[in-house]
Every structure is written in C-alpha cells, then in structure tokens.
C-alpha cells in the first residue's frame, strides 16, 4: 500500500495512506486530534495516478469523524473537484460535501449543490447538478447523478440541450438514464423532445450504445426551422445489420411539406464498399408532387490492379435541393454528375476508361454553359525516373469523345510529355524541365455557329520550359 506524507508540524505528523483516503477502508484518526493546521497538501507518489488534495484547514475528532475546510481541490490527472467544506465519517465511509461542489474535465464541467462519497460501496452521488459538455458543446442538468464503481451512472430528471441558456430553442428529457459503461449500453426512459417549451415527441424507451461498437436503435433525434419547410423533426433509427453493412432510416416530419422518408444503406466488403441514399416525399403539400432523390457510391477492386467506380444522382425535379436541403453546397448545384470508370493502375502510372453524364438542375444555365458529356474517356499519366542518366519522365495523356445537344460535338486529343533533371548542390535544389503540350480537336461540322476559324480540325502545339529553385537552410 501507498503512503504519502500528510502534514507535518512541530512534533506532530499524520501520516495516512492515499488508498484509503481515496476509497475511505480503514482511515485511522481516532488516535489523535489536530486543530487548524493550515493549509495542507496531500500528493500521490504514484506517476500514473497522480492525486493531490489541497485544502485550508483540517479537524480529526476522536470517533473517526474528520472536517475538511476552506478551498478543497482535489487533482487526479486531468480531472479537478473543488468545494469549500467536506467531512468524513469513517464508520459510515461516507465523505460528505453539504455545499456546493465542482467536477471539472477537459470535456466535461458538473456543478453540484451537494455531493457526497460512498467509500465503501466505491459510489459517488450528486444532487442539483448543472452540466456542461464542452467537446460537443452540449448543456443540462440533472436533480441527482449516480456512479458506482466507475462503471454504472444513473441520471435522474435530465434535460440536454445544444442550445445556449439565452436561446433554449429545444431540449431533450428523460425521467432516468442508465449508463453501463461495462457493457457499452445505455438505457433511457421516458423521453420528451421539446422545441420551445412544446412537448414534440415522447419515447417511452430508448436504448443506445456508449462505446464505438454499432449498436441497433434510435438516434438523437435532429430539429430545423426554415421558410420553405417549416419547423423540421428528425428521428433516425440505426439497424446494425452485419459487421459490414448498416442501415439508418429517417422520418422526417416538415409542417409545410409533410413527412419524407430516407435511407441510408452502407456496405464494405474485401473487395467493395459503397453508399446507396434515398429520400422519397410522398405528395408534397406545397409542390402537390411526389419527390425524390436517389445517390449511389461504389467502388469495387478487381484483380490484377483493375478497379471500377460507380457514380450516379438523380432528382425528381430542378427545385428538389432548393426546396428540401438546408445547406448552401447542395441548394447551389446546378448538375448532377452520372459516371462509370474502369481504372489500370501500377506503382508508377494509371490508366482510366469511363463515360458521364449530367442531369440538369437549373434551368438558368444556357446550353453553351452547360457541361458536355463524355461518351467515352480515356486517360493515361505516369511518372518514372532514370536513375543512371539523372532524368524523370512525366506523361499526361487523354482522348475524349464529347456530346452536347444543340451545340458541338467530337473528339480531342492531349498529350503532354515532360523530361526534368533535378540536380541537388549543398541543400540548393535546381529542377529544369521541358515539356511539349499537344491538343487536337476533331469537331462535328453540323452546327457551325459553334465553329473556331471555321475549321473542324483546330490544334495547337505549346513548348513548356521552366526552371525550379528550392532551397534548405538549417
């Protein structure tokens, strides 16, 4: 067992074990009575667990009863409790702290208007406590918090809320949590979501993972208010359905729209993974039609270095973004991209051969703004080095045959190959480089408004030369 040396004074020291001050099994002060000692300071010698106690006075009364006054903290590691009176019964192995108590975390700050330590049932209690969780950050408040043995934490009459204490625009309640951090569950009862003080949704039940294992079940549920929607409840339901694959189904009830339903699957094999999402809003009230959004990604290795990408959206309607997300990325899209590609890759270069297209979302854009369809691509770039010359090599190559209706179509051709020799002096590194830039277009004459020079075949041919300098100063 630990010792640490407590307080030393003229011919007087006590000397106690820090286990047992910590966990209260056998605190040996019925021998001796000392009175106003000062400020005393109480320091693990254990690097791993270090524990420090800090306090302004300290009283021992035969009996086994000890007061502790006058600016407690406590330190162990990073988490700090502080109080202004405590006692301690070492019959009972109770440690009491009437008065109003502070735990404080780099995560985590807990207010308490009382709090007392069952030493021998290794439980620590809280009442009238105020919460702030600092890495989400998230507020509430609880009439009492429970932990015993470090493991298991009852929350009774909790509320959690995201928002500020100026604007409590919704709150989250519950009767009583439990928390078994043993088995990584977590179970709450009686839930309530309230937006503005209006009781929203009640959950009777609600279980839920506290550890990074999936676990089936409800998530917290998500609210919005907009112009175009109204006041927005979301309840996401998470299905573990295999190690590998995952479901989350959403109800989404919109006042001015009214309930769309979303899904999202997710998959990851040896050889593929991908995401499918759906979201289908049945008879919008404002729009008077069905609307829907579809989005899939996959990408699938194949043997011998070959791998395939599949990419693709698809919205029922121009509005559908603007009308039904929230955020500034997605309302201001004008094109959704539709593409499959085979890719041959080594360690120095990679081939790619696919074809998209596009679906139109903006009616704004004129056709010679729009993006053209590639019907097919390919593309080959590699990088490699001649080490007994001194030299390294580039090339970046495609051939593209493009669409767009109503204006050119056709084909071009670039190739830029590239020859460098990096030569390194003292720290100074110089990197001249030649490189030729070849284009050639192969163009539909059938629109000739569209046309350059009136020609069907325009080319080009650019010689590159730079000089890089890099240099090192230690």
Not at 102 to 122: C, H, Q
Not at 209 to 219: A, E, F, I, M
Not at 288 to 306: E, M, V
């Amino acid at each position: 067992m630990r010792y640490c040396t407590a307080i030393s004074i003229v011919s007087i020291s006590l000397v106690m074990p820090m286990q047992s001050f910590a966990i209260g099994s056998n605190l040996d002060l019925t021998a001796c009575l000392v009175s106003n000692i000062g400020k005393v300071t109480t320091e693990s010698q254990d690097n791993e667990n270090d524990l420090s106690i800090e306090a302004g006075s300290i009283q021992a009364e035969l009996g086994g009863r000890v007061d502790i006054q006058e600016k407690i903290k406590v330190t162990s590691g990073l988490s700090t409790i502080t109080a202004e009176e405590a006692s301690y019964d070492e019959t009972t192995g109770v440690l009491q702290i009437p008065k109003s108590v502070v735990f404080e975390n780099p995560d985590l700050i807990i207010f308490g208007e009382s709090a007392k330590l069952l030493t021998k049932e290794k439980t620590a209690i809280i009442d009238g406590a105020d919460y702030q969780i600092l890495s989400i950050p998230a507020r509430g408040t609880a009439n009492q918090i429970r932990v015993e043995n470090g493991e298991n934490i009852e929350l009774d009459e909790v509320t959690y809320s995201t928002c500020t204490s100026v604007d409590n625009s919704w709150e989250l309640s519950a009767k009583k949590i439990v928390i078994n951090n043993q088995s990584g569950e977590g179970e709450a009862r009686n839930l309530v979501l309230r937006f503005k003080d209006i009781p929203i949704i009640y959950l009777p039940y609600l279980s839920f993972p506290t550890t990074d294992q999936r676990k089936t079940g409800l998530l917290p549920p998500n609210l919005g208010l907009s112009s175009k929607r109204g006041l927005e409840i979301s309840l996401p339901y998470y299905w573990n359905l295999a190690p590998n694959i995952d479901l989350t189904t959403t109800p989404t009830l919109m006042a001015k729209r009214g309930v769309q339903l979303s899904a999202e699957l997710r998959f990851l094999t040896a050889i593929q993974g991908g995401i499918t999402q759906i979201d289908y809003l049945p008879n919008d009230d404002k729009y008077k039609k069905d609307r829907t959004y579809i989005s899939h990604r996959q990408t699938i290795n194949l043997p011998s270095n070959w791998r395939m990408k599949l990419n693709g959206e698809y919205a029922s309607d121009n509005s559908y973004f603007e009308d039904l997300t929230g955020t500034m990325s997605s309302t201001s899209r004008t094109h959704l991209l539709r593409e499959i590609q085979l890719e041959h890759f080594s360690e120095n270069w990679i081939m790619e051969i696919g074809m998209d297209h596009y679906q139109m979302i903006d009616d704004s854009i004129i056709d010679e703004e729009k993006p053209y369809r590639r019907l097919p691509y390919f593309n080959f770039s590699g990088m490699w080095d001649n080490k007994a010359l001194g030299l390294n090599y580039a090339l970046a190559s495609e051939v593209v045959f493009f669409d767009k209706p109503e204006t050119i179509s056709g084909s071009r051709l670039h190739v830029m190959p590239e020859v460098s020799a990096p030569l390194n002096f003292n720290g100074i590194k110089i990197t001249p480089s030649v490189a030729m830039d070849f284009t050639k277009y192969n163009l539909d004459n059938s629109n000739q408004n569209y046309l350059s020079n009136n020609t069907t075949s325009p080319e080009r041919a650019v010689p590159i030369y730079s000089l890089d300098l890099t240099g090192v100063f230690k």
